[in-house]
C-alpha cells in the first residue's frame, strides 16, 4: 500500500506564495498519475492540479497561471507552488496518487494540509 505525507502548508497573506509537497512511500508499485485536491470551507473536494507519469499538466480554470505543479519520478514526489495566493485559495489541500501493483490499481491519499490566505 502506497502512503503519501504532504508538507507546506500554512497562514499566508492574500499575494503570497506557498509551496506544498508530497512524498509516496511503499514497496511494488508504479505511480501513474500524481495531484492534488482542495476542499474549502463548506465545498466539495475539487482538482487543482495533476501530473501523468510523462509530465503532461492539468489545471483548474481558477489556478491556472498561478499555480504549478511537478514531480521527481526518481523520488516519488510531487510538488505545488503557489504563487499569488487569494483568499479562495483557503483549503485543505490533499495529495493524490494513482497507482498500480500487482496488476491492480489504486487510489492513495494523503492526511491533508491546510493553507489559509488572509486578505
Known amino acids: 500500500q502506497v502512503q503519501l505525507v504532504e508538507s507546506g502548508g500554512g497562514l499566508v497573506q492574500a499575494g503570497g506564495s506557498l509551496r506544498l509537497s508530497c512524498a509516496a512511500s511503499?514497496?511494488?508499485?508504479?505511480?501513474?498519475?500524481m495531484g492534488w485536491y482542495r476542499q474549502g470551507p463548506g465545498k466539495q473536494r475539487e482538482l487543482v492540479a495533476v501530473?501523468?507519469?510523462?509530465?503532461?499538466?492539468n489545471y483548474a480554470d481558477s489556478v491556472k497561471g498561478r499555480f504549478t505543479i511537478s514531480r521527481d519520478n526518481a523520488k516519488s514526489t510531487v510538488d505545488l507552488q503557489m504563487n499569488s495566493l487569494k483568499p479562495e485559495d483557503t483549503a485543505v489541500y490533499y495529495c493524490?496518487?494513482?497507482?498500480?501493483?500487482?496488476?491492480?490499481?489504486?487510489?492513495?491519499w494523503g492526511q491533508g494540509t491546510q493553507v489559509t490566505v488572509s486578505s
Open positions: 493524490n496518487a494513482a497507482y498500480s501493483r500487482m496488476g491492480w490499481r489504486y487510489v492513495a
Open positions: 511503499g514497496s511494488g508499485f508504479s505511480i501513474n498519475d
Open positions: 501530473v501523468t507519469s510523462t509530465g503532461s499538466t
